[in-house]
């Protein structure tokens, strides 16, 4: 079934255009509806990144929250596996993230997680939009049953405590020169202060949002300036998270950038070597390098894949028993600590191994070679490039020239107008002119 609202990543979309006050208010008022449960007094937590226009969703929701009988507790800026925690440990039905992520400050989103901390799945949001596309006058809290909203202090510190207590009890971070981008967004208070308090030496970067400025030129999406800033203040290791810190991606002491397939391989194979990994096996997706496939195989580690998500990572991860999962943008789940993508929980799980092994972060976190991999973009404005003739047939041609050293992956991407074509293989100029080929009847068909 096409859904009008929800994408692979909760509602997303230009900020009082298609994000706008009327929407957030219906989707108050929807899951709100449809998480009441029973006569006691229900509770929704609500947390954003630093956008501007979180204010006037924020207010929106509680107002469409209320309005269906919801208390509201208001987090201000939190990262979105802070929400996710703290819906389970405040026993919230419902928690509420105002984000899009790493997009820049236009964009703006709403997440939803249920009591138990996990993203809805597709039924529980296919029965909020059709509830947001009914009328819902009849079914309005009165009087005494209207719900209420108060700003709460001290969450910043209870996800700090959660945050540390991940590392073993024999390791902190005493020695260590850490830098920290932050990307001014949700993480700008909370991240710095944990790696602090656990005795790194702390260099900060993308601490000052103003509204404007989340993603820009900083965090996970933009690593120079996190690179440099490691190489000028001779740290050991760079960590950058994006707006709403469910990602991360290292920076080794030489400014070399470790993306999400590196960081899963690192945690997996010390996982393994604790017997901490419950399975043989760590959840990617089809978008994961098939150097890592290779390198975790040759450790007897079976990589699966999913379609690109997180979602669908940490569904087939509930599903079948595994605690490791991720993306090469930097989503990893460690489902011994998370409900959904935790940049910062990652990172601390990196650090551990660098604090245990006492090698640097070049030594151990580029774990593998990865094979030559092309990614390109082609933007669309309406229709479906990839239903035409000439799009599949050119599809169907870059496999046949792949063959069984490489893979093709093309996709319309889950939140922007673009469709995303992927090639990798052993020889990296029949990649790079697959892709080239692909991206051409896909532009011709757009046009």
Avoid at 255 to 269: K, N, P, S
């Amino acid at each position: 079934m096409v859904r009008r609202y929800f994408g692979t990543d909760g509602i997303r979309g230009r900020a009082n255009q298609v994000i706008t006050p009327e929407l957030a208010l219906k989707v108050g008022q929807a899951a709100g509806l449809i998480f009441k449960r029973g006569d006691h007094r229900h509770r929704v937590v609500i947390g954003k990144d630093t956008r501007l226009s979180g204010y006037m969703i924020e207010n929106a929701l509680v107002a469409g929250f209320t309005s269906v009988g919801m208390d509201v507790l208001v987090l201000g800026p939190m990262p979105t596996p802070a929400v996710a925690m703290l819906a389970r440990s405040m026993r919230a039905d419902l928690g509420v993230m105002i984000s899009a992520s790493h997009n820049l400050f236009d964009d703006n989103g709403i997440k939803l997680f249920g009591p138990d901390g996990f993203k809805l799945a597709d039924k529980k949001e296919s029965e909020i939009e059709a509830l947001i596309d009914s009328d819902l006058s009849k079914q309005l809290a009165q009087g005494a049953d209207l719900g209420r909203a108060k700003r709460i202090d001290g969450v910043h510190d209870r996800y700090i405590e959660f945050a540390k207590r991940t590392l073993p009890k024999a390791i902190d971070l005493d020695g260590l020169r850490v830098v920290v981008d932050c990307a001014n967004g949700a993480a700008y208070r909370v991240a710095p202060e944990a790696l602090w308090e656990l005795g790194a030496d702390v260099i900060s970067m993308g601490v000052e949002p103003d509204g404007f400025n989340i993603n820009k030129d900083c965090g996970s999406t933009d690593l120079a300036g996190i690179s440099a800033k490691v190489r000028e203040m001779r740290a050991d290791i760079g960590i950058a998270l994006d707006g709403d810190a469910d990602r991360v991606i290292i920076v080794d002491e030489r400014g070399h950038v470790v993306d999400g397939d590196q960081l899963m391989a690192v945690i997996a194979e010390s996982w393994k070597e604790d017997g901490r990994l419950q399975r043989a096996g760590i959840v990617g997706t089809v978008m994961s390098n098939l150097g890592l496939e290779r390198h975790l195989a040759g450790l007897g580690i079976e990589l699966v894949r999913t379609p690109v998500g997180d979602r669908y990572v940490l569904e087939h991860m509930r599903e079948h028993g595994y605690n490791v999962g991720g993306e090469p943008s930097g989503h990893i789940i460690l489902s011994d600590y998370t409900t959904t993508g935790d940049g910062f929980i990652a990172a601390l799980q990196v650090l551990s191994v660098i604090k245990r092994k006492g090698k640097l972060v070049s030594q151990i976190c580029h774990r593998f070679e990865p094979l030559p991999q092309v990614l390109k973009n082609v933007q669309y404005k309406k229709g479906k490039p990839l239903e035409n003739a000439r799009v599949r047939s050119a599809i169907a041609d870059a496999e046949l020239r792949l063959g069984r050293t490489g893979r093709l992956i093309v996709r319309p991407s889950g939140t922007e107008t673009v469709i995303r074509v992927m090639a990798e293989g052993d020889d990296k100029s029949l990649v790079e002119a697959v892709v080239d080929d692909v991206c051409e009847a896909v532009s011709q068909a757009a046009a």
